[in-house]
């Protein structure tokens, strides 16, 4: 039996490697470090199929020092010690340490990850580790400051037609199909930016059919609802169903939210992964329009983490319906965003004079907080003055959205400042 086609076209160098041109192209931070043939260690973060195992494994090929890998899910804190033990033992003084790759290290638990910190620290081995989920809430803080973090995007729709069209003229089985790629939009529209669940769509449609193979949108479609693909907590239905959960939330559809709530709960998921993202959607789709929302959210997190299964579903169903019929607004999300826009086009623009820290003699004398009102001295605990950058006075960021809650923050900032913020 043939390997799969997916692992048939890993690629074994960066000249064949797809995507991440931020991170492996010339002159990027990863292609520095590999070229120059030392590494620190380093997580990869990013969603399936994006490359994260294979980068590591051509990593390991490109500097020829020993890859030892471990799986998060099957090993535990001896299969560890055991990697440590060796790497310590085959490793001469002037060689580069051993690469220890664990793929989906947010899944160790936090002895597992305290059993590294030590061969990371003295570098015993330079790890490298793969993740789907945010490492600030899944790896623990000692083990996360001493590797560098890589955010992996989700492949481009060039990336993923360089990717089919070496899939059809360099493999070697496929090749010798014959393959005209007619028409694409069902296959990248169902891969979703993953690489593997692309070449896993391609190789059933082919294997599907007799000779040559003629791929069309209907062809792909119907293939697939003929081998519906089940939901798989760890790789390619994941993405697709929390996507889908948080989107019937936002748009205030309670019964659909449920729906894709029990899928996840059937399907084995991690409570605290759904639990996280009812947090992030209560802060960015609900946000000021009802800001109770993010209290519930915590609430809920909170809840599943001191009771856990079954019982935990029943807190996770009250905030999504909350969440759902909750009003919406992404005030505060755009907001922030334009912020960091504003930052990031006019540099470190100055404080003001008057709402400067003056810790000392020689501040005050340079006019340090000289002139600063301070608020609570003033009628209603307000006063006009300016906190702005000079440069940045009449910039607005934050736009209040018409709802019940955030009309009465809007109609408050009218009354304060006038026309700064009328629309």
Avoid at 61 to 67: A, S
Avoid at 101 to 115: A, P, V
Avoid at 258 to 277: C, N, V
């Amino acid at each position: 039996m043939s390997e799969p086609l997916a692992e048939r076209l890993r690629p074994r160098s960066l000249d064949d490697y797809i995507g991440q041109q931020h991170l492996v192209g010339e002159g990027a931070v990863l292609r520095r470090m590999i070229d120059s043939g030392r590494i620190s260690s380093f997580i990869l973060w990013g969603p399936p199929g994006v490359g994260k195992t294979t980068l590591a494994q051509i990593i390991a090929n490109k500097l020829e020092t020993p890859f030892y890998t471990l799986s998060a899910v099957t090993s535990g804190v001896k299969d560890v010690r055991d990697v440590i033990e060796k790497a310590q033992k085959g490793r001469f003084f002037d060689e580069a340490s051993p690469i220890l790759f664990i793929d989906e290290i947010h899944r160790f638990s936090k002895s597992q990850q305290d059993s590294l910190l030590g061969a990371v620290e003295r570098g015993i081995v330079t790890l490298i580790g793969a993740t789907t989920e945010n490492p600030s809430f899944e790896v623990i803080r000692p083990l996360l400051s001493r590797c560098q973090l890589y955010v992996l995007k989700s492949l481009e729709k060039d990336d993923l037609l360089k990717l089919l069209e070496r899939a059809i003229t360099k493999d070697l089985i496929l090749k010798e199909r014959h393959i005209e790629l007619k028409e694409t939009d069902a296959l990248l529209r169902y891969s979703g930016g993953d690489a593997r669940k692309l070449l896993n769509i391609l190789e059933l449609v082919v294997e599907s059919e007799s000779g040559d193979v003629v791929v069309t949108d209907e062809l792909v479609v119907a293939r697939l609802q003929q081998n519906p693909l089940a939901y798989d907590k760890d790789g390619e239905m994941h993405y697709d169903i929390i996507s889908a959960f948080i989107k019937s939330i936002r748009g205030s559809d309670p019964d659909a939210a449920l729906y894709w709530m029990a899928r996840m709960i059937e399907g084995g998921e991690d409570p605290q992964f759904i639990a996280r993202r009812m947090v992030i959607s209560a802060s960015e789709d609900i946000g000021l329009a009802n800001p109770n929302a993010l209290l519930l959210a915590n609430a809920a997190f909170d809840t599943v983490m001191k009771i856990g299964w079954p019982e935990a579903r029943i807190a996770l169903a009250e905030c999504a319906v909350y969440l759902a019929t909750s009003p919406k607004s992404n005030s505060a999300y755009l907001g922030i965003d334009a912020a960091l826009a504003l930052v990031r086009e006019t540099g470190n623009q100055p404080v003001p004079l008057p709402i400067r820290n003056a810790p000392t003699q020689l501040m005050k004398e340079l006019g340090y907080h000289d002139g600063y009102k301070y608020p609570h001295d003033y009628p209603g605990h307000f006063t006009p003055q300016q906190y702005m950058p000079d440069e940045l006075v009449d910039k607005r960021l934050w736009h209040g959205q018409h709802n019940p809650a955030e009309e009465k923050l809007y109609q408050r900032m009218v009354n304060y400042w006038g026309k700064r913020f009328e629309e």
